[in-house]
């Protein structure tokens, strides 16, 4: 039942992601589908890869993506637009669905409630054997595929003036 409740917690907040035409609201849900991802894993006997998934992905990967927002520097009208938009209401749909996660987890640990296949946890070492033995070249390959999607949203987000310091700028007088 936990499996199913949080199949559809992951499902709706992507579809939240797609149809949000703010950013950071798209944000939030997708923090809280891939907080639904971790709880699917975690049942099905990888609490390592619960855990990347937590730190990885709703912590790194969303820390990205608000580097890149910072990046794109946007003007003050921008700015008054977001402030307008982040109100208190954002938080009421991503926190019931976090709020929901949060309450079948504890419901998980209470009662181990874990549907494991093969009766074999995925441990740390398997991991590392997998992604740096097998797997190498798809490892290698998604770094050199991030390190493209960062140097392009340099090249897209940069100005395309000088810009001069303050300080080195001759003052007329």
Request: glycine share 6%; net charge neutral.
């Amino acid at each position: 039942m936990a499996f199913y409740i949080a199949s559809i917690i992951a499902i709706l907040a992507t579809v939240m992601v797609i149809t949000r035409y703010n950013m950071i609201h798209a944000l939030l849900y997708l923090v809280v589908s891939f907080l639904a991802v971790a709880v699917i894993f975690f049942m099905l006997g990888a609490p390592f890869v619960a855990a990347l998934e937590v730190i990885i992905y709703a912590g790194a990967i969303v820390v990205l993506i608000i580097f890149v927002i910072m990046m794109l520097n946007m003007k003050e009208e921008s700015v008054e637009q977001e402030r307008k938009w982040f109100s208190k209401n954002i938080w009421i749909g991503p926190g019931i669905l976090a709020l929901v996660l949060l309450g079948e987890l504890v419901y998980i640990l209470v009662t181990s409630e874990r549907v494991l296949l093969n009766n074999a946890v995925v441990d740390s070492k398997a991991v590392g054997m997998s992604l740096y033995g097998p797997y190498i070249i798809g490892v290698e390959l998604c770094g050199l595929l991030l390190m493209a999607g960062i140097v392009g949203a340099y090249h897209l987000g940069r100005q395309r003036r000088k810009v001069i310091h303050r300080f080195l700028e001759k003052t007329e007088e």
